[in-house]
């Protein structure tokens, strides 16, 4: 497969938990990274590997996986956790890149 | 560290190539076989892979774009680039070298394709 799909949008409230999926056929055999956009800058790498986070990466984010569906989870959201989201991973033949749509994360 | 650094002119014609150029520091191109490549996001929407290379030397590209791509690596100058033929407005975004799956993205650079 050469796609990964996650939802457009989800909202959280302030201290609360979010989870974020990226569904596809590819992930059952790759690890999935995660990465966060704020408006104007590059993406930040925030989950690699299995569930690896990079330094200085806060630890209310984490990353797990099931199947064909890679998640990442953010415990108790900030304010400024509030960013696009986008999964990243690789297609079956593991030589192609493959990145999801996007998740735009809202905190209330 | 590693380090990236996009660079190219930021307006090119339609029809035209587009030209960028990626130099790593902090480490060399060749020395370990990395994956490497340009990654692309058009003002408002999402990151689209265009194409990499390993140090080895396999070259990959979107099967979308792949008739128009060229990924070309300079070890002498520790520098790869990216040609896009026959541009169109569809092609304005900013145009990131990367390491995917990795921490290691260059700043990115806007190109606005338009006459």
């Known amino acids: 497969s050469s796609e990964l799909t996650q939802d457009p949008a989800v909202s959280v409230a302030l201290g609360q938990t979010v989870r974020i999926t990226c569904q596809g056929d590819?992930?059952?055999?790759?690890?999935t990274s995660w990465y966060q956009q704020k408006p104007g800058q590059a993406p930040v790498l925030v989950i690699y590997?299995?569930?690896n986070r990079p330094s200085g990466i806060p630890d209310r984010f984490s990353g797990s996986s099931s199947g064909t569906t890679a998640s990442l989870t953010i415990t108790g959201a900030q304010a400024e956790d509030e960013a696009d989201y986008y999964c990243?991973?690789?297609?079956?033949?593991?030589?192609?890149?493959?990145f999801g749509g996007g998740t735009k994360v809202t905190v209330l | 560290q590693l380090q990236l650094q996009e660079s190219g002119p930021g307006l090119v014609k339609p029809s035209e190539t587009l030209s960028l150029t990626c130099t790593v520091s902090?480490?060399?191109?060749?020395?370990?076989?990395?994956?490497w490549g340009w990654i692309r996001q058009p003002p408002g929407k999402g990151l689209e892979w265009i194409g990499s290379?390993?140090?080895?030397?396999?070259?990959y590209y979107n099967s979308s774009l792949k008739s128009r791509v060229t990924i070309s690596v300079d070890t002498s100058k520790n520098q790869f680039s990216l040609r896009l033929s026959s541009v169109t407005a569809a092609d304005t975004a900013v145009y990131y070298c990367?390491?995917?799956?990795?921490?290691?993205w260059g700043q990115g650079t806007m190109v606005t394709v338009s006459s």
């Open positions: 990367a390491r995917p799956w990795t921490n290691i």
């Open positions: 902090g480490g060399s191109i060749s020395s370990t076989n990395y994956y």
């Open positions: 290379f390993y140090s080895s030397g396999s070259t």
């Open positions: 590819s992930l059952r055999n790759y690890y």
């Open positions: 590997g299995k569930n």
């Open positions: 990243n991973s690789r297609d079956s033949s593991g030589n192609h890149v493959l």
